[in-house]
């Protein structure tokens, strides 16, 4: 067995408990967003209402993100990660007692904080017991935990009816069962270390391209996903079906994200990332266009366009990667969580508004809209600066929108790791 089989093998036998309990999380997370827009429009909210409620998880998670490391440098990760948990599981209680855009706001607000710190203990956790030989093949397998998590969540909306309690208590119990096997993990916790960061102005003159790639997908994944339940449901759609519609977009993320990480690993990344991004940008208004027609269309469609979209996220934080130095990668992972997240808490509120005013189609055509921004601004970065040869590309490594600062950086030790080897 080789040394990187070795250490993959240990990794994933000293981390399948955390795999596993963060497994269980993702099931409730994705069931709990999708609930809560169905929800939301049934009760009658407008789609800004719900667009401002689901943005405020953005909000949270972003704060979260930053604090919970600070905190557990004080308090002790088995403390906090325990708190926020409860806290979690509480929150999504209450949404079923008390129903108005108010409350519902301030208590995705809390929930996205709890979320970032959970994900910031698992994913520190994750990183600190993967090898720098590892550590890639962990975060990616990481990845597709998470996806089947989100995806398989979706389905649980058959279970019960979403006006009813069933489904909030569901989401609860989740929650807390997914503590579990983090906190019974035998070995010893991760050390939390708040690292220097790159300032935003800064990372955007090194790579203006990726800096708009980030915010943009974060934009068009977090409205897709927020505001997608109440695109089906307006369509007609079922309960079963709009979960369906929800899990067929986790598929096509998970059938592309190996083929478009590779295409741009290959071939000049630059030039990979505009025509996916436009490919994408043309998915979105043909999903527009005849997602209404059939149910299989819908389907077909929705998994293309993510199947196109969502990857492009870890290819425009590897084209970032290829702009900056080894020292600067790990250092840089804050901030591109911040990026990712301005784009996050600003999709849902932006597409919500269009679709009030203009209609439900322009859920598609808005996203597309974004997806277009960047193939001109792409366009428009070719005649400023010349393509990097394909020695200077770093390997890609696959990462979600929502994923921590504790994840980024996990991933920006992998680009640390190759930039120096490939010095040497």
Same mark, same amino acid.
């Given at each position: ?103 519902w ?23 600190? $017991?993967? !090898? ?20 398989a ?9 979403? *006006? ?61 996903f ?26 096509? !993320?998970?059938?592309f ?36 027609e ?6 077909? *469609?929705?998994?293309?366009f ?9 290819v425009?934080?590897?084209? !970032?990667?290829d @702009? ?59 005649t400023? $600066? ?7 590309q ?7 929108? @929502? ?5 980024m ?6 680009? @640390? ?8």
């Amino acid at each position: 067995m080789g040394a990187n089989q070795s250490s993959l093998l240990f990794a994933v036998k000293s981390s399948w408990a955390l795999l596993l309990g963060f497994g269980i999380l993702m099931l409730g997370d994705g069931l709990q967003a999708s609930l809560l827009a169905i929800r939301a429009d049934q009760e009658g909210f407008t789609a800004t209402m719900t667009g401002l409620m689901m943005s405020a998880f953005y909000i949270g998670f972003l704060c979260g993100s930053k604090l919970t490391p600070r905190i557990m440098t004080h308090v002790g990760h088995v403390r906090v990660f325990a708190a926020l948990a409860a806290i979690a599981s509480a929150a999504i209680l209450v949404h079923a007692l008390y129903v108005d855009i108010y409350s519902w706001s301030g208590l995705r607000l809390i929930s996205g904080f709890c979320f970032a710190g959970l994900y910031v203990v698992a994913e520190s956790w994750l990183n600190d $017991r993967a !090898t720098n030989e590892s550590r890639g093949k962990v975060l990616s397998l990481y990845m597709v935990v998470t996806y089947i998590g989100v995806g398989a969540g979706q389905l649980f909306l058959n279970l019960a009816n979403p *006006l009813g309690h069933e489904l909030f208590i569901l989401v609860s119990v989740l929650i807390s069962l997914a503590v579990l096997p983090l906190l019974l993990s035998a070995g010893s916790p991760p050390r939390f270390d708040v690292a220097a960061s790159i300032t935003l102005r800064q990372l955007y003159n090194v790579s203006p391209l990726g800096i708009v790639g980030i915010f943009n997908v974060g934009l068009v994944t977090a409205a897709f996903f927020a505001l997608g339940p109440i695109y089906g449901q307006r369509l007609g759609f079922t309960i079963r079906e709009i979960s369906y519609f929800m899990t067929a977009a986790v598929i096509g !993320t998970v059938l592309f994200q190996w083929p478009i990480g590779s295409l741009s690993d290959r071939f000049d990344r630059r030039r990979t990332l505009t025509i996916i991004t436009f490919l994408a940008a043309l998915a979105a208004v043909v999903c527009a266009i005849l997602a209404q027609e059939s149910l299989v269309i819908a389907l077909v *469609l929705v998994g293309m366009f993510c199947g196109l979209t969502l990857p492009l996220y870890s290819v425009c934080i590897a084209y !970032t990667n290829d @702009h900056l130095h080894a020292d600067q990668m790990i250092a840089a992972s804050g901030t591109l969580v911040l990026v990712g997240g301005l784009g996050a808490v600003i999709g849902p509120i932006l597409i919500a508004g269009l679709m009030d005013q203009f209609g439900n189609a322009f859920f598609f055509y808005g996203m597309g809209g974004a997806l277009f921004v960047t193939v001109m601004f792409a366009i428009y970065r070719m005649t400023r $600066r010349s393509a990097l040869d394909l020695q200077q590309q770093g390997a890609i490594t696959p990462t979600a929108v @929502h994923a921590s600062s504790s994840a980024m950086e996990g991933m920006q030790q992998v680009a @640390h790791s190759e930039a120096i080897s490939s010095d040497e």
